[in-house]
């Protein structure tokens, strides 16, 4: 199985603050890396697939970059609304396996 | 808009079988190229990637479940099915069905969750 590693595991942080978020695969996936956010209760939301590409409705506050094996997902400007936990995952290769999460917490 | 809703017992015996079913609304199952998957949670941690349905009907699955795990569709009922065997309390968790338009791709949508306990 592909192992996907995300650090850090929690962040705190304030509004407005610039977040980044790095997803490491142990192995090369190419660019088939795609993120996530989940809230408390609720099923995970596709923010970004591909690496990079913004999925619909997505605030361009996010964005993906990297390939290979190294992957970050940064948030510009972080808003009330996007403190959650994030996920990455590969589609690589079966399993499709997800990093740990990182919990983005409010400072 | 497609829409997915799971359903099933939330409460299993040990040894006994999981059976969840997942109904799809505003598409059908057999048309296009999706992969329709399963995807569980167990509280408090992350994501765990079951295994998926093709809608030709072929399956992949994960090789931690891989002998107690079997993935079905009912393209008559539009929907697909989960069933994992011989349950114990580590199969606790909320299940996810959900779509996954390629490989290339997220998985999106998501149904809602559904949590299933394994207690006697």
């Known amino acids: 199985d592909i192992q996907m590693t995300q650090s850090p595991s929690s962040l705190s942080a304030s509004v407005g603050d610039r977040v980044t978020i790095t997803c490491r695969a142990s192995?090369?996936?190419?660019?088939?890396l795609n993120w996530y956010q989940q809230k408390p209760g609720k099923a995970p939301k596709l923010l970004i697939y591909?690496?990079?590409f913004l999925h619909t409705g997505v605030p361009s506050s996010f964005s993906g970059s990297g390939s290979g094996t190294d992957f970050t997902l940064t948030i510009s400007s972080l808003q009330p609304e996007d403190f959650a936990t994030y996920y990455c995952q590969q589609s690589y290769t079966t399993p499709h396996t997800f990093g740990q999460g990182t919990k983005v917490e409010i400072k | 808009q497609v829409q997915l809703q799971e359903s099933g017992p939330g409460l299993v015996k040990p040894s006994q079988t999981l059976s969840l079913t997942c109904a799809v609304s505003g598409g059908s199952i057999s048309r296009g190229i999706y992969y329709w998957s399963w995807i569980r949670q167990p509280a408090g941690k992350g994501l765990e990637w079951i295994g998926h349905i093709y809608t030709s009907g072929s399956t992949n699955y994960n090789p931690s479940l891989k002998s107690r795990v079997t993935i079905s569709m009912d393209t008559s009922q539009n929907q697909f099915s989960l069933n994992l065997y011989s349950v114990t309390a580590a199969d606790t968790a909320i299940y996810y069905c959900?779509?996954?338009?390629?490989?290339?791709?997220?998985?999106?949508?998501w149904g809602q969750g559904t949590l299933v306990t394994v207690s006697s």
């Open positions: 959900a779509r996954v338009p390629g490989e290339f791709s997220g998985t999106d949508p």
């Open positions: 192995q090369s996936i190419n660019n088939y």
């Open positions: 591909a690496a990079f």
